[in-house]
């Protein structure tokens, strides 16, 4: 996928296509061969929200790209340019995978792409894109949906999320979070799947979880548990629990649970590992254990994720 176009016309957002230009600009872990050709297509020089954009290329260069993501427009209710649907037919006829960032789904449900697929925009919007597009299957409850070849994001950070997705699909997790680091963003948010808040970072020094997370990492293989949590931070349980809340969004235990789950990722993705061996550093215990939490979190068993991952090639740390 390396070619990715960018839609760019007139009654756009800038947020949205700011970020996809920021994010696929450039390689920052240097692992990534080769990395992405960003190009801007559109009619001609378009008003994007306050700012004047000056298109690299036509909307005819969509057809030739590898992806073509189409950022949120303004006004949903407007009439979707004619050129624009054509040039978004013609990539869809062309094998391009197909991406929408924020309302940029009413674009692709006007092109047809989205027929008899799971689709999501922004939580205000998604009763419209349902009522107005009645064979498109909206999920307004999702950050993001990946049918394979069309995606979609909700809107703002969603978009970011789902932009990394993208990299994390082509290149593998630490290309993926090579770029969330520079954007400063979390990693990794899983869209249609669990939305888990992956791990914080306390606003401050002296928060109490400032040094117990990093602590509870280290120390993932290990058999902790709540009250093993609790005794290092010096604290009750229920207090603990408090704390969690406020920062993870969720309770010690499933902010464990979710890092087991992340540590299996990167090891499937990193290593040559048997399944065993990443259920024991990961600290599921057995392969068994690791299948059934993994299947249920991510959505698919460890060995079918191992396999997604190796087949996007060297970069993948395969």
């Known amino acids: 996928m390396a070619t990715i176009a960018l839609a760019a016309t007139d009654g756009m957002l800038h947020f949205e296509l700011a970020m996809a230009c920021e994010v696929f600009v450039r390689d920052p872990s240097g692992l990534a061969d080769p990395w992405y050709d960003l190009v801007v297509c559109g009619p001609g020089p378009v008003r994007i929200g306050r700012f004047r954009v000056e298109p690299d290329a036509g909307l005819d260069r969509l057809a030739r790209a590898d992806t073509v993501i189409v950022p949120s427009v303004e006004d949903i209710d407007a009439e979707v340019p004619a050129d624009l649907l054509d040039a978004v037919r013609s990539a869809h006829q062309a094998g391009a995978r197909m991406v929408s960032l924020c309302t940029g789904a009413f674009v692709l449900a006007a092109a047809g792409v989205l027929d008899g697929l799971h689709a999501t925009t922004h939580w205000a919007h998604t009763e419209a894109l349902a009522a107005r597009y009645p064979r498109v299957q909206v999920d307004p409850d999702v950050l993001y949906v990946d049918n394979g070849n069309v995606l979609a994001s909700a809107g703002k950070a969603a978009a970011i999320d789902l932009c990394l997705h993208l990299i994390r699909r082509d290149h593998g997790s630490t290309v993926a979070n090579a770029?969330?680091?520079?954007?400063?963003?979390?990693?990794?948010?899983?869209?249609?799947?669990?939305?888990?808040?992956?791990?914080?970072?306390?606003?401050?020094?002296?928060?109490?979880?400032?040094?117990?997370?990093?602590?509870?990492?280290?120390?993932?293989?290990?058999?902790?548990?709540?009250?093993?949590?609790?005794?290092?931070?010096?604290?009750?349980?229920?207090?603990?629990?408090?704390?969690?809340?406020?920062?993870?969004?969720?309770?010690?235990?499933?902010?464990?649970?979710?890092?087991?789950?992340r540590r299996a990722q990167e090891l499937l993705e990193n290593t040559d590992n048997s399944i065993d061996a990443i259920a024991q550093a990961a600290g599921m215990g057995t392969a068994t254990t690791l299948r059934r939490h993994f299947h249920r979190t991510v959505g698919v068993p460890p060995d079918a994720y191992r396999r997604t991952f190796r087949s996007v090639g060297p970069s993948s740390g395969s």
């Not at 979390?186 to 928060?207: M, N, W």
């Not at 290990?222 to 969690?244: C, G, I, K, W, Y």
């Open 179 to 261: 770029v969330a680091r520079r954007l400063v963003v979390p990693p990794h948010r899983a869209g249609g799947q669990a939305q888990f808040v992956t791990t914080p970072v306390p606003a401050r020094d002296d928060h109490p979880l400032a040094d117990l997370l990093p602590w509870a990492m280290e120390r993932l293989d290990r058999p902790l548990t709540v009250e093993d949590l609790a005794r290092q931070a010096n604290m009750s349980s229920r207090n603990l629990a408090r704390h969690f809340r406020s920062v993870t969004g969720s309770t010690p235990l499933h902010w464990l649970s979710t890092q087991r789950i």
